[in-house]
């Protein structure tokens, strides 16, 4: 089996960063997109930004610019850097990966449990 866990997740005041790490382990032949979501309070999950083993970028436009996502593959890890954070950025943020697992090409996707980010003063 797939395992993803997060970390770096916690308190901070605005205008601070943080920077999360999602690392998966388990039988992965390979990833192809790693990325980070998150959902606060009373709200949907939503995306805030992917990364391709392509190197396809994505990211929410609430994100942009204060927020970088990078992968080593070496390591089955994705990071996400987060800079200028707002309070509006408090949420569970959750890592998710579409992995092959075996050898038919076929793309699983996995979740990890999620890490707390919290912004305030």
């Known amino acids: 089996q797939v395992q993803l866990v997060e970390s770096g997740g916690g308190l901070v005041q605005p205008g601070g960063s943080l920077r999360l790490s999602c690392v998966a382990s388990g039988r992965i032949i390979s990833i192809y997109a790693m990325g980070w979501y998150r959902q606060a309070p009373g709200k949907q999950r939503e995306l805030v930004a992917t990364l391709t083993s392509l190197g396809t970028l994505n990211y929410a436009d609430s994100v942009k610019g204060r927020f970088t996502i990078s992968r080593d593959d070496a390591k089955n890890t994705a990071y996400l850097q987060m800079n200028s954070l707002k309070p509006e950025d408090t949420a569970i943020y959750y890592c998710?990966?579409?992995?092959?697992?075996?050898?038919?090409?076929?793309?699983?996707?996995?979740w990890g449990q999620g890490t707390q980010v919290t912004v305030s003063s």
């Open positions: 998710n990966a579409d992995i092959q697992t075996g050898s038919d090409y076929v793309l699983y996707d996995y």
